[in-house]
């Protein structure tokens, strides 16, 4: 898995966990995509396309608690985006 092996060299790089949740998602594995999410949050807080993603990924598993938790998150960094996720939670 090439990024599992360039997060072992950059391991603070939030574009790599964000691909790796990305390619957890293609294959229906949410529940990793999940954690390789929060850890590109963690690392850059204000990372919008993870912070969707993230609350996407929380939907997949039926976690609408967490996904709208997710949602207030990240509607103070872009609120455009983040109505396209509401609206997806209130699917």
């Known amino acids: 898995m090439a990024f599992k ?15 790796l ?3 957890y998602h293609k294959s229906n594995r ?4 999940i954690e390789a999410l929060q850890q590109a949050v963690k690392i850059k807080p204000g990372y919008v396309d993870a912070h969707f993603e993230l609350g996407f990924a929380f939907l997949k598993v039926g976690e609408e608690t ?5 949602y207030i998150l990240f ?12 609206d997806l939670i209130m699917k």
């Open 30 to 33: 949410h529940s990793e995509a």
């Open 5 to 19: 092996q360039g997060l072992k060299s950059k391991p603070d790089n939030p574009r790599g966990y964000f691909n």
């Open 66 to 70: 967490a996904a709208l938790s997710e």
């Open 21 to 23: 949740a990305l390619m």
């Open 75 to 86: 509607e103070e960094l872009d609120k455009e985006k983040a109505a396209k996720l509401f």
